[in-house]
């Protein structure tokens, strides 16, 4: 059974720091694209950042220089470490693993920014 499990959201001040770390079950976790989106109150789910089984990233411009995505393939983990933080960028952040035709997702975790 496939599990993405998301973990570190909650709630911190403009100008803080978060990392996501989504930790991959029963799949084949070193190979494949994974990828973090993002979805807030009244908006479609945006790609954020992706990593690819060679690790080259990529990110939405609206993160460039603030987030980071890396994987650690001998944990199965995934993370994104968020600097900088803007109420822009309060969502529920969810993990995706793709390969081919494999497309699996996380359950979500929330971001707030909020003084």
């Known amino acids: 059974q496939v599990q993405l499990v998301e973990s570190g959201g909650g709630l911190v001040q403009p100008g803080g720091s978060l990392r996501l770390s989504c930790a991959a079950s029963?799949?084949?976790?070193?190979?494949?694209?994974q990828n973090w989106y993002r979805q807030a109150p009244g908006k479609q789910r945006e790609l954020v950042a992706t990593?690819?089984?060679?690790?080259?990233?990529n990110y939405v411009d609206s993160v460039k220089g603030r987030f980071t995505i890396s994987r650690d393939n001998a944990k199965n983990t995934v993370y994104l470490q968020m600097n900088s933080l803007t109420p822009e960028d309060t969502a529920v952040y969810y993990c995706?693993?793709?390969?081919?035709?494999?497309?699996?997702w996380g359950q979500g975790t929330q971001v707030t920014v909020s003084s």
């Open positions: 029963g799949l084949r976790f070193s190979i494949g694209t």
């Open positions: 995706n693993h793709r390969y081919f035709t494999s497309n699996y």
């Open positions: 990593i690819t089984s060679r690790t080259d990233t």
